[in-house]
């Protein structure tokens, strides 16, 4: 089992950063992939950042890359998604979640662990 607890949401105006945190505990090993989702209301989960426990390898969706950056603390068991650049569309509820798989997964239903989310909001 892995538990998932993000923090660090907020309210930000367009054009600024956040960076959100998520702690993981459980059964952390080699294989793990932890990724970022976000849920805007009435949309459906998308996709967002994803990176490998074990050697740290990134990839984006294109709604985001270039401005999100996800990294790892392997001694901290910490997963962040570190935000800049914000826009408006960029609001929703940011989830983190992980799965035994080294190949990408990009969809929702393919994650195994789930944490109870932070929402971002990006207004003036």
């Known amino acids: 089992q892995v538990q998932l607890v993000e923090s660090g949401g907020g309210l930000v105006q367009p054009g600024g950063s956040l960076t959100l945190s998520c702690r993981v505990s459980?059964?952390?090993?080699?294989?793990?992939?932890m990724t970022w989702f976000r849920q805007a209301p009435g949309k459906e989960r998308e996709f967002a950042a994803t990176i490998t426990w074990s050697g740290g390898y990134t990839y984006y969706a294109d709604s985001v890359d270039g401005r999100f950056t996800i990294t790892r603390d392997t001694a901290e068991n910490t997963v962040y998604l570190q935000m800049n650049r914000l826009k408006p569309e960029d609001t929703a509820t940011y989830y983190c979640a992980a799965v035994r798989s080294v190949p990408v997964k990009r969809a929702a239903q393919e994650y195994e662990y789930w944490g109870q989310g932070t929402q971002v909001t990006v207004s003036s």
């Open positions: 459980g059964s952390i090993f080699r294989g793990l992939r």
